[in-house]
């Protein structure tokens, strides 16, 4: 965390930026309620209470999109662990700030730090064909036929269906960086 802090006030200070639309302008609640759940994120952060913080960067960014609400929800996922869900963060974050070159530069930095930290996981299916099948981890459908699938570090369920074959569920662990190969029985 300590090595992101002056990154993180240019964000910041870039963030307020964009939640603050200038006296001239009246403010729509979403607006107001979209800056108040920011400034309660940065208080949880900085109180290293990541489940506090994190949904209310979320909550800040899904009522107003500014950029720095979803690039603090990228920092706070990442320190709190979530890899995956941060990598996929930045990378959102990234299209949002295409033409701010100094933003720009400092989310490519944390992308290409990432990127070889976030785990995987590579399922196949002794038949991929099956009729109906359906793959879930933690009951989120993934396209096995597209490769390894990111995963935050931990624990996970994975659970595949197909028409009148018995449903297959299996329990898997990631830490950091790593990749698990699954292979599904189901029929």
């Known amino acids: 965390m300590i090595r ?3 990154g993180l006030s240019v964000l910041a200070l870039a963030a307020c930026a964009g939640l603050a639309s200038g006296p001239a302008r009246a403010q729509s609640p979403d607006t107001e309620r ?4 920011y400034e309660q994120g940065q208080k949880a952060m ?3 209470d990541y489940a506090t913080a994190c949904p209310r960067f979320e ?5 107003g999109g500014v950029a720095g609400s979803l690039l603090n929800w990228a920092d706070c996922e990442e320190t709190r662990g ?4 941060a990598l996929e963060l930045w990378k959102q974050g990234e299209a949002k700030v295409v033409r701010e070159p100094e933003r720009l530069d400092f989310v490519t930095k944390r992308i290409a730090a990432l990127t070889p930290r976030v785990p995987h996981v590579e399922v196949t299916a002794a038949d991929p064909r099956a009729e109906g099948l359906r793959v879930e981890i933690d009951g989120a459908v993934i396209d096995i036929t597209r490769g390894p699938v990111a995963v935050d570090p931990g ?3 994975l659970r595949a269906t197909a028409n ?3 449903a297959e569920e299996q329990a898997f662990e990631l830490g950091p960086a790593e990749t698990k190969k699954l292979t599904l029985q189901i029929r």
């Open 4 to 6: 992101f802090e002056a």
């Open 34 to 37: 979209g800056r108040e759940l």
């Open 46 to 48: 900085a109180a290293r």
């Open 59 to 63: 909550e800040s960014y899904k009522l």
């Open 82 to 85: 979530r890899l995956a869900t």
């Open 155 to 157: 624990k996970h369920t």
């Open 164 to 166: 009148g074959a018995p």
